[in-house]
């Protein structure tokens, strides 16, 4: 019953009012587009804890109703995946849009600013105003329900079943700006409040406090000579205030004490990102920095890396009739930004591609990347049995060969490389040094006409680390037909693979998967997928032995 009421609410928030009179008999009165999707799984697991429960069930829809020529689209998922804390994942959005007008009813997850509103989902309404170069957006809604303390579990015995408190939270986002796609600047507000009465007492088990957050940014684009040169920068300012319980502090401002009402858990951080491209036809080059502060903060995100400061830089170039590619990114990043920290961590980043494809039949990718991470000292002196410094680096070959003759095409692909971390520090290097070695060797032959393809291919793979040697190769294998214009498909996929540990023999690896699916009808189809994967190992180091079942029945409908 509640379900039906949040749907009914979010069809009487739809701007129905919003048509166009002029134009309104050469709409369809109603219509109807979307889909539904209906699945069922069964699982099994044996000799190891099992990964989900033994059955499931999901179903998911995003239905879009016409009047009048005003499109109205929903969705909506229900399963029975859930906490004893909350209801089953059911929710409903809809954002109708109407000529220059959106309005968003219902559970909506919407991006303004990347360091203000960036996406966090919102139990509310809003509207969004394009008229022209014009900008304007507001939303309201809550973004956090109230949660009671479980005083009965602690973390320390019930980490993966313990009921974490939260306050209701109410959010408020708005936009305003002028502009294009490639020339704009918007400015962007965001305020969040916990509701500090929604709890009948402050939790014990956890440290949570009712806080809230405003956030200024501003975000802007310009383009030059033809868009080949572009430019484009975003900034935010968080005010976070942990615990809204503490008195107002006297900020010698009326504009700030009327607006922030800070207290002494109040903090301000900033955040900004800038970058500029310029773009030929055969050639590109950027730059881009970014800085976020220490502990900045957004009700409106759901996570920032934050403490870091970046230098990036990225260029790319075709030559030989674009038959010869090459692209590539360099840069550095470090933290301890106010210099609190023992130790300032630098990294270093640099990777390259080269693609070169001389003919229709041939081509070759060449790939290298390496990240270094080090260590300096900061407000203390780093001991050496602990400083970072370390280097992934990577590098993969991808040859490919394709001949095409009438209906038949066969394809030839190698996929091959090497990935290690480099410790440089003699005190850690034999408890983080890894190093990997693979090897794919792919082949496809497909049949257009008859819509029959096979593969098979070898693979190999070696990873040396302080739990030893551990090495795989074997084969796979796999098929898929259509018939009566892909009424009907199946297809099969199969794996073997042999396990080696420090050189010697430990057990084996196989996985099955078969799929089939049937179109009943134009908008009807079923499919039914099973799959089973056996795993024997010797030494535990290398993994545990088990078998793990799934079994999956889905029914699709498409308007």
Not at 55 to 63: A, K, L, M, N, Q
Not at 167 to 176: Q, V
Not at 218 to 236: C, N, P, R, V, Y
Not at 471 to 499: R, V
């Amino acid at each position: 019953m509640k379900t039906l009421l949040l749907f009914a609410a979010a069809l009487m928030l739809s701007p129905l009012g919003a048509q166009d009179l002029g134009n309104i008999q050469n709409e369809k009165p109603v219509a109807l587009s979307g889909g539904l999707n209906i699945q069922t799984g069964f699982y099994a697991m044996n000799g190891a804890k099992a990964r989900q429960p033994g059955f499931t069930y999901i179903v998911s829809g995003s239905p879009v109703i016409s009047i009048y020529g005003l499109s109205l689209p929903f969705s909506f998922t229900f399963s029975n995946y859930q906490r004893d804390f909350r209801q089953p994942f059911n929710q409903f959005g809809v954002s109708p849009v109407y000529k220059w007008i959106t309005v968003h009813a219902g559970y909506r997850n919407i991006s303004y600013s990347q360091f203000g509103m960036a996406g966090f989902t919102v139990l509310g309404g809003g509207i969004e105003l394009k008229p022209k170069k014009f900008r304007f957006a507001v939303l309201y809604g809550r973004s956090q329900k109230a949660v009671k303390d479980d005083t009965s579990k602690s973390i320390e015995t019930n980490l993966n079943d313990i009921t974490y408190p939260t306050y209701k939270r109410m959010l408020f986002a708005s936009k305003i700006g002028y502009g294009s796609n490639n020339n704009f600047i918007d400015l962007h507000f965001l305020s969040g409040k916990d509701d500090s009465s929604s709890l009948p007492f402050r939790p014990i088990t956890s440290q949570v406090m009712p806080a809230k957050n405003q956030v200024f940014s501003t975000s802007a684009k310009l383009s030059f000579f033809k868009k080949k040169l572009i430019w484009q920068g975003e900034g935010g300012l968080s005010v976070y205030t942990r615990d809204i319980a503490f008195e107002e502090v006297d900020l010698e401002n009326k504009l700030a004490n009327s607006v922030l009402k800070a207290n002494i858990t109040s903090q301000i951080y900033g955040a900004y990102e800038t970058q500029l491209n310029y773009t030929e036809k055969k050639f590109g080059v950027g730059a881009k920095y970014r800085r976020v502060a220490p502990d900045y903060k957004s009700m409106g995100a759901y996570y920032f890396q934050t403490d870091f400061e970046q230098y990036l830089g990225n260029f790319k170039a075709n030559v030989m009739a674009n038959k010869l590619r090459f692209s590539g990114s360099a840069g550095i990043q470090k933290d301890n930004l106010l210099k609190k920290k023992i130790a300032t961590t630098k990294r270093s980043i640099y990777n390259g591609v080269i693609s070169f494809v001389p003919s229709a039949k041939f081509g070759i990718d060449v790939s290298v990347a390496n990240y270094g991470t080090s260590q300096r000292a900061g407000r203390r002196n780093l001991s050496d049995t602990a400083v970072i410094n370390q280097i992934n680096n990577s590098i993969t070959i991808t040859p490919r060969y394709i001949i095409v003759k009438a209906n038949i095409v066969n394809t030839w692909q190698l996929l091959a490389g090497r990935q290690s971390l480099d410790d440089k520090n003699r005190n850690t290097e034999k408890y983080t040094q890894v190093n990997m070695q693979f090897a794919n060797l792919i082949f496809v032959r497909s049949n257009t006409k008859t819509t029959f393809s096979y593969n098979s291919g070898l693979n190999y793979n070696l990873s040396q680390s302080i739990a030893g040697k551990i090495g795989l190769a074997g084969i796979i294998a796999g098929c898929s037909k259509g018939w009566k214009n892909g009424k009907f498909t199946a297809d099969a996929n199969f794996s073997f693979n042999m396990s080696t540990y420090n050189q010697e023999y430990n057990g084996i690896t196989s996985n099955l998967m078969c799929g089939a699916g049937y179109k009943i009808a134009k908008k009807h189809k079923v499919s039914l997928s099973a799959s089973g994967l056996l795993n024997r190992s010797k030494a535990i180091e290398a993994g545990s032995s088990f078998e793990e079942y799934f079994l999956k029945i889905n029914y699709g409908f498409t308007l």
